[in-house]
């Protein structure tokens, strides 16, 4: 009995040093929601910020509850990077929380994004975009056929016809069974959440997760709060009184938002250790975890340099991605995770 006392309390006080809440604050990135208006939700997890989007995280189902992004026309007609197919599980989480790389493999699903890597307009979000926070395991050929061709694109070729900002919400629902070790659920239905604040107007695209799933026609975003559970808090019967502040007119000296940012090493440069080690002595970074699979020497060599040369001492993470037929060299990287102050 006093056992299970100690426990009990234990728990109370993990609880209440880690807690959960089903009120989200995104603090640092509150611009990125219509009106600045938080959804509201019954379901608990953890707010993240990026640069260029936000995800409500659920720690249970380790994969977003949603994601948001707010778009824009300047946005989505600029040069973007090249996809950079680098994933990276999120240094923000506890490890129990987290989805690991090794949770894909030999799953059969896809890590498809909530917030699209074609989305990032800078070498940044592209790379906050391969988090493993903003996966869900999806139906392969739904990820890359019916998802990318008939959700994605059209949603962005709306966005370039649109005359004002266009906020995007991205998630998934229900329960399909799990994939690994870290038992990430697999998702019943995708949806994805168009707003356009300039037309007062909002639809929902609702599919299967699965490979053989067909389109149907948009639904309703009250239809969308009922399937979900999640009231997304759009002002739509207030008019268009949103701001159109863009991320290319952010105050001079802003900071990014992202806080966490991945740094990849398919070999050793000199170059980026050096950098990183610059900003270190600059005092903006308060820690870094690097994460490897196979090449413990190089995680090993870039970590001891830093440590060297720094008053920091990165932590070490082995972790193991999927086989890819598509990335070969994945299993080789070193990724440092980098919280900047």
């Not at 690991?100 to 906050?128: I, K």
């Not at 299967?208 to 799933?213: G, K, L, M, P």
């Not at 268009?240 to 863009?246: F, G, L, V």
Request: glycine share 6%; with cysteine; net charge neutral.
């Amino acid at each position: 009995m006093k056992s299970l006392r100690q426990f009990l309390a234990l728990a109370v006080l993990v609880g209440l040093l880690n807690p959960l809440s089903a009120f989200a604050l995104f603090e640092d990135c509150k611009d990125l929601f219509p009106g600045q208006k938080i959804p509201s939700t019954q379901q608990a997890g953890r707010d993240l910020c990026f640069d260029s989007f936000a995800i409500y995280y659920s720690p249970s189902d380790k994969k977003p509850i949603y994601t948001v992004e707010k778009l824009s026309r300047e946005q989505l007609l600029v040069p973007h990077p090249k996809r950079s197919n680098r994933f990276y599980e999120e240094a923000r989480l506890p490890l129990n929380e987290r989805s690991l790389l090794s949770d894909y493999r030999g799953s059969g699903y896809d890590r498809g994004h909530n917030a699209p890597a074609g989305d990032m307009t800078n070498e940044r979000s592209m790379a906050q975009s391969f988090s493993l926070a903003n996966m869900m395991p999806q139906a392969r050929q739904n990820n890359q056929g019916i998802w990318a061709k008939n959700v994605e694109e059209p949603t962005r070729l709306y966005v370039k016809r649109a005359t004002n900002d266009v906020y995007v919400f991205t998630g998934s629902t229900g329960n399909s069974g799990s994939i690994g070790s870290s038992r990430v659920t697999i998702p019943s239905h995708l949806y994805k959440l168009v707003y356009d604040p300039g037309k007062n107007l909002a639809w929902a695209y609702w599919i299967e997760n699965t490979n053989e799933a067909t389109m149907n026609p948009p639904i309703s975003y009250q239809d969308l709060i009922q399937k979900t559970g999640i009231d997304f808090q759009l002002p739509l019967n207030s008019g268009p009184a949103i701001s159109k502040a863009t991320p290319s007119e952010a105050k001079p000296g802003m900071a990014m938002m992202g806080g966490w940012y991945p740094i990849f090493f398919d070999d050793y440069s000199s170059t980026k250790v050096d950098q990183l080690i610059n900003h270190i002595q600059e005092g903006r970074v308060a820690s870094i975890e690097i994460q490897y699979d196979r090449n413990s020497d190089l995680a090993k060599k870039i970590a001891a340099q830093i440590e060297l040369q720094s008053t920091i001492t990165p932590g070490l993470l082995q972790s193991s991605p999927p086989d890819s037929a598509t990335v070969t060299y994945e299993r080789n990287r070193v990724t440092a995770i980098v919280r900047s102050k």
